[in-house]
């Protein structure tokens, strides 16, 4: 019986993971399915090899096993002289016709006499594969596509009020509508938009994980944002209104007399949407600078002299 080397079919280290074994199956079967091969024997035959190594490799039980396996078989030098009993399974016979035999889900011999029990326990585990059909042969059941994940920047401007992103996907146009109050690292479903589906099964998902890209007058904290006013000093020693800047556009806010540069007024509501609670946005943190007069002139210059003497 032929060694048949899994790994190397899936062109993957005998370390690899299973996100680099499942990655590397998905591009092989989509390669070669017969769907996109059609009367291609070849690409069947190389589309068959590449399901048989990922039921192997991507089950730890029969992986562990095959490891060990390989490394007898690599002890055992050639095939004559290599003994293939204890590694044999019983009850294989209809194995096959579990797993779609005599399609493009058939398995070889090797597969059937040393992974047979444990092939049957792993598609129990799963729920089986496979339907039984009454009117002809067991068919391959249908395998829903690979949701896929695309990166997306948006400005905080646009998390503000939401925006439509337009995407190319296979020459086709996408748009998307991002909500507003999306937060960094949020993911924004396009059901249907991913991988094809197998035999027949449904399409995955395309999920967008969102950046919000920094803004050079606004720093966010949860709904809440947070950023500075420059008053000038009159103002601040005596009192008055003065214009804030928003995400939202302006709003006026009452200095109270002597307030002292540092100080933080929150404006209620000002601040970011919130997504899972409409209509209660988040508030603006403004703190307060002074913006001293300059240049000064001589008089001004007297004045503040004798401002200061007082103070003494």
């Known amino acids: 019986m032929e060694y048949k080397d899994y790994y190397k079919i899936l062109n993957v280290p005998r370390t690899a993971t299973q996100d680099e074994i499942k990655k590397a199956y998905r591009k092989l079967a989509r390669q070669y399915h017969p769907d996109n091969n059609p009367g291609n024997k070849q690409a069947e035959a190389k589309f068959k090899e590449a399901n048989e190594a990922n039921e192997v490799l991507s089950d730890p039980k029969m992986r562990q096993r095959y490891d060990t396996l390989g490394s007898a078989y690599q002890q055992g030098g050639q095939p004559g002289g290599f003994d293939w009993s204890q590694w044999t399974t019983a009850n294989t016979s209809d194995l096959n016709d579990l797993f779609g035999g005599g399609g493009s889900g058939g398995f070889s011999d090797f597969f059937t006499q040393i992974f047979g029990n444990m092939a049957r326990q ?12 009454q009117r002809g042969p067991q ?3 249908p395998q829903r596509g690979r949701d896929y994940e695309q990166p997306v920047s948006i400005s905080l401007r646009d998390a503000y009020q939401g925006t439509t992103l337009t995407l190319q996907k296979d020459g086709q146009k996408l748009e998307v509508k991002i909500p507003a109050g999306v937060k960094t690292g949020a993911h924004v479903r396009m059901a249907g938009q991913g991988e094809p589906g197998f035999e027949g099964g449904p399409a995955g998902d395309l999920h967008l994980v969102v950046t919000v890209q920094p803004d050079p007058h606004f720093e966010r904290d949860g709904d809440d944002l947070k950023t500075e006013a420059h008053i000038d000093l009159y103002t601040l020693i005596l009192g008055g209104e003065t214009t804030i800047k928003t995400l939202g556009g302006h709003v006026s806010l009452k200095i109270p007399p002597e307030t002292q540069p540092g100080r933080v007024f929150r404006l209620r509501g000002q601040g970011m949407p919130t997504l899972r609670e409409p209509g209660q946005p988040g508030d603006l943190l403004v703190k307060v600078q002074a913006k001293l007069p300059h240049p000064l002139s001589a008089e001004e210059k007297k004045l503040f002299e004798q401002l200061a003497a007082l103070r003494k």
């Open 122 to 133: 792993s598609a129990a585990r799963r729920g089986s594969t496979v339907r039984t059909s």
């Open 139 to 141: 068919q391959s059941m």
